[in-house]
């Protein structure tokens, strides 16, 4: 039968001929537009270096966003062997944190993130046991009121500290930077050990100092080439100032821990390593026992959300007290706003819908200071076609956080500080698909919706009372809105005064 058909279709030499354009075609196919056949295009680079010297990682975000108008919206970079596929844009970066959640929402456990957690915890962590510690501490903040009243009365109690202290100063200048910190601290210490620290107890000062000193080493060119080269490690000294800080850290938390322990009562949960105990003993009670509330998770998911939500936030309202004394005229207008909507009483998170301009301001300062500039790095989690390109399960992957809060074609004006991009003709607070600081999808941060609510009390709190202007002698062009980078984007350290306004 075969021999016949065959005979059938190459009677004519039409035939044999369209058949062989047929089967021309196909093999082009396969492996022109295989997808297995596409990486992502990207700057030429030399054998094991990469682009290493090509790449400017003293300020990487822009450098990447940079070659991102050269090579589009899904490109490849070398970090010495390395192959990492950066997403830019808006579009981009929400369709494979959303519509591709699954593939690329794998964390990056690259040698100095495995430093920090040994695989535990909720920031450097993934599969099951990532799932059930990201999911406990999003239902156990919530619990506890994140968003709601409980952390509410926290972070208002906590503004009165920090507005003493701002008095202090007089009026002077000085630098904001360690009084924020240690406010931003304690409301995740309330939550987390049940108790906040005096401004000068030194075991609040040495958590806080830490901290911020890891995160600017992490983001030290020593440290990203120690992460292809692990060997190197201990011959780096900033290798060995983020073992000490991690080691010292843990104590810290393991001491906490310990303490709570021994007062552990069954009617009381205090705070999250209550909840998590109680949890734990519940769980072996009814047999269930699951194998992930050990000990190692409850001791790195408290120290995550110590380093993931101290830094950050209090990153962000220092921009927001540097861009109220470098725009004048924005810090009049939300100053007029909250005397004419809320007077003299403490402002309430439930103010925020009568405040459009203070939110517009506070979206607008978000978006500028691009705080994690790309994010935490992910990995595919298998292998993934995307855009047409292919990409390796295992490659590294960079979400260009940055080259969505400035997209060009999503913002009005990107480079300019403008509250305008959040409000609508008629002043109303407008929401906007690029605001994206907190990222998007199954990584995005656990901690957005406390932390916006502490920008937004801290902020208000602090203009009801001061106004912000630059050290005496400086004018407002002379401050710096450059940033210092580190794994996160500060502002660099600028003396400003605090002036009372009553
Ligand atoms: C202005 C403040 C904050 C900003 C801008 C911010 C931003 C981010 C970003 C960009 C990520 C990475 C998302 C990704 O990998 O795609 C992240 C992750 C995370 N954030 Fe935040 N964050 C802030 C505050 C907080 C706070 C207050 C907490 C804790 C209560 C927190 C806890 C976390 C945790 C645990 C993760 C890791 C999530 C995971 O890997 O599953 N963050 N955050
Ligand atoms: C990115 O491009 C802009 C404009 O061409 C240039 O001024 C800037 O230095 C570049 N930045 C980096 C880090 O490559
Ligand atoms: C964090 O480190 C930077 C640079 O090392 C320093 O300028 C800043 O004052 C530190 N912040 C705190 C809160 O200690």
Redesign the pocket.
């Given at each position: 039968i075969t021999f016949l058909f065959c005979r059938l279709v190459f009677q004519s030499s039409t035939s044999v001929w369209l058949f062989s354009v047929f089967i021309v075609l196909l093999v082009l196919n396969l492996f022109h537009s295989s997808p297995k056949e596409r990486e992502p295009p990207g700057p030429r680079g030399l054998p094991l270096i990469g682009n290493l010297f090509q790449v400017d990682l003293k300020r990487l975000d822009q450098n990447l966003f940079n070659l991102s108008k050269e090579y589009g919206p899904v490109f490849q970079v070398s970090f010495g062997p390395k192959k990492v596929v950066v997403l830019a844009g808006y579009r981009t970066v929400k369709q494979a944190l959303v519509n591709h959640a699954e593939e690329f929402g794998s964390r990056e456990i690259n040698p100095i993130f495995h430093i920090f957690n040994q695989g535990h915890g909720i920031l450097f962590s993934n599969g099951d046991s990532w799932k059930e510690m990201r999911r406990f501490a999003l239902t156990t903040l919530k619990d506890f009121g994140m968003g709601r009243k409980m952390s509410e009365e926290i972070i208002i109690e906590e503004c009165r500290y920090l507005i003493q202290e701002f008095e202090l100063f007089k009026g002077t200048a000085f630098?904001n930077?360690?009084a924020i910190?240690y406010a931003v601290s304690n409301v995740i210490s309330a939550l987390m050990f049940g108790k906040r620290f005096d401004y000068k107890d030194p075991v609040l000062q040495a958590m806080?100092?830490r901290d911020?000193?890891t995160i600017?080493l992490t983001g030290s060119a020593s440290i990203q080439i120690y992460n292809f080269i692990p060997w190197l490690g201990p011959f780096l000294k900033n290798w060995r100032d983020i073992v000490k800080n991690v080691e010292d850290g843990k104590a810290d938390v393991r001491k906490k821990i310990a303490e709570l322990k021994e007062t552990l009562d069954p009617e009381l949960c205090r705070c999250f390593i209550d909840a998590f105990l109680l949890h734990r003993e519940h769980l072996e009670d009814s047999d269930t026992s699951s194998s992930y509330y050990h000990d190692e998770n409850l001791l790195y998911s408290v120290a995550n959300l110590f380093a993931a939500g101290t830094d950050t936030t209090a990153t962000t309202l220092k921009w927001c007290l540097l861009y109220m004394a470098k725009f004048p005229q924005v810090q009049d207008r939300v100053q007029e706003e909250l005397s004419r909507v809320v007077g003299n009483r403490q402002v309430q998170t439930e103010d925020r819908k009568n405040l459009p301009y203070t939110d517009a301001v506070i979206h607008e300062s978000h978006r500028m200071a691009n705080i994690a500039p790309i994010a935490i790095p992910h990995t595919a989690s298998k292998d993934v076609s995307f855009q047409g390109y292919f990409i390796k399960k295992g490659t590294t992957v960079f979400p260009l956080l940055t080259s969505v809060l400035y997209d060009e074609s999503e913002w009005e004006s990107p480079h300019s500080f403008n509250p305008s991009h959040f409000l609508d003709e008629e002043g109303k607070f407008v929401r906007r698909d690029a605001f994206m600081p907190f990222s998007a999808g199954r990584r995005a941060c656990l901690g957005e919706s406390l932390a916006r609510m502490e920008i937004f009390l801290f902020l208000t709190s602090l203009l009801q009372h001061f106004r912000f202007t630059p050290s005496p002698g400086v004018s407002v062009d002379d401050l710096d809105l450059e940033p210092?980078v580190g794994f996160t984007l500060a502002p660099k350290?600028q003396k400003l005064c605090a002036v009372l306004r009553l």
């Open positions: 630098k930077t360690q910190s806080v100092e911020n000193e600017h210092l350290p």
